[in-house]
């Protein structure tokens, strides 16, 4: 067979022009949100809402049709640069878990990661349950949708909170670590629920599919524990023969891929298996962290900024100015937010945590962020949620991601810093560059 022509000139204009404006908005976004006391991701979400059909679209609806065309094909070049950009993200923020404390600290984050989504998954069925019919899909039962609006509702946002906690700066203390702990916890189980009510929507769900989903879930882990420790250990080994930092760096993001093929290939979110993988890296040898500094920078200036942008891109705000959408709307992030605080507040109070350790957790895991846009995304493709209640979701995701960086700031001076916390910072170092004595991002602060 003859290959495929290659990309249209045309098509390529578009696609330039659209990461250069998205990364400009993002970056200048992302600057304007640390003047104002928040993480830089609070302004790179804003960026794709403002060049999709809430701003641009809305003023200007033929230069958006230029620039932005409703075509798969056009759109997925975006997607496509977003997805590596999350799994990129995901993996590096893997590398800065401290397993140590994890372990120690396990029976906290489970308790509190349930807790964060019990409590939200109930609320938000409930929630489901008493929507009004207009807001319904007519392919979707009144029970499906009430699931899925529950699942909605009690997944965290994985890539927000590690981005927030490193714009702030907290990825090092310990309350950062065990939220990204507690999230993860959340993010399994909830790709695990949301995986059994889109098969609800579409081809039913049997008792052997949920069987198949926890036991692929084992496997992963298992391998990452044990098979994989190894083959990592003697790969980056092998890179590190060399003098420059090019080959560390390439056999690193060859991990962190790979690990989110192979969970994308067992029908859980790709960001999961690129944590493993970054997790795993960061776990074999401290001292890779040095030589995977630029692998950093590049991930967090470049790729996560377009990620969050894109992110946006499909969003629709102007559908609230109709009432019932609005009281919806208001409904729907009042349930999710106290659902969510409440949930992970009352784990973290259970697990002998201060008020103040309580409120920082409940901040963070109340991001529900980029993970709630793509549930909202797959909602939408089986048919459970229509354009409205689509961008309702999105609203709850934005609204909660804007919460969590005034919550962490009021919280976090109330915990003192410990020793190991001094001595992780010192650690990462190497790996984050140089960064401020406040436990808050220098600019920000």
Not at 313 to 329: K, S
Request: charged residues 10%; aromatic residues 4%.
């Amino acid at each position: 067979m003859a290959p495929p022509p290659p990309i249209a000139a045309h098509a390529l204009l578009v696609f330039l022009l659209q990461v250069g404006l998205l990364l400009s908005a993002a970056l200048l976004l992302g600057r304007l949100a640390n003047r104002l006391r928040m993480p830089a991701v609070v302004g790179e979400l804003c960026a794709g809402v403002l060049f999709g059909p809430t701003v641009l679209g809305h003023l200007a609806p033929h230069l958006s049709t230029w620039l932005l065309p409703h075509t798969a094909a056009q759109f997925h070049l975006l997607d496509a640069i977003g997805q590596i950009g999350v799994v990129l993200l995901v993996g590096v923020t893997g590398m800065e878990v401290d397993l140590g404390l994890v372990r120690r600290k396990g029976t906290v984050a489970l308790r509190v990661g349930l807790a964060g989504l019990i409590i939200p998954l109930a609320t938000g069925v409930a929630a489901g349950l008493a929507a009004p019919h207009s807001l319904l899909s007519g392919s979707a039962d009144r029970a499906t949708f009430a699931l899925f609006v529950g699942v909605a509702m009690c997944v965290s946002a994985l890539p927000v909170i590690a981005k927030t906690l490193s714009d702030m700066d907290l990825l090092h203390r310990n309350i950062g670590q065990l939220t990204i702990a507690a999230g993860v916890v959340d993010d399994v189980i909830g790709w695990l629920l949301l995986s059994i009510v889109s098969a609800m929507a579409t081809v039913g769900v049997r008792g052997g599919t949920v069987a198949a989903s926890v036991a692929l879930l084992a496997v992963a882990v298992l391998v990452s524990a044990t098979v994989a420790r190894p083959l990592v250990r003697r790969a980056l080994t092998r890179s590190q023969r060399s003098a420059e930092n090019g080959p560390t760096i390439a056999t690193t993001v060859l991990i962190i891929v790979l690990g989110a093929a192979a969970t994308q290939a067992m029908g859980f979110e790709a960001a999961l298996g690129a944590f493993l993988g970054g997790l795993v890296v960061g776990s074999v040898s401290t001292a890779n962290l040095a030589r995977l500094a630029p692998l950093r920078t590049v991930v967090m200036s470049v790729f996560a900024p377009l990620f969050f942008a894109t992110a946006g891109l499909r969003v629709d705000l102007t559908v609230l100015t109709r009432i019932i959408p609005l009281l919806a709307a208001v409904a729907v992030l009042l349930i999710a937010v106290a659902g969510k605080f409440a949930g992970a507040y009352l784990g973290a109070l259970s697990s002998k945590l201060t008020r103040w350790e309580a409120l920082a957790l409940a901040g963070g895991m109340n991001a529900r962020g980029v993970i709630q846009i793509v549930v909202a995304t797959v909602g939408l493709r089986v048919g459970v949620l229509t354009t409205t209640t689509y961008t309702i979701v999105i609203l709850v995701a934005i609204a909660t991601s804007l919460m969590a960086p005034p919550i962490l700031r009021q919280a976090m001076p109330h915990i003192l810093v410990t020793e190991e916390e001094t001595e992780r910072r010192r650690a990462l170092s190497v790996f984050r560059g140089p960064i401020s004595s406040t436990g808050f991002d220098s600019e920000a602060a």
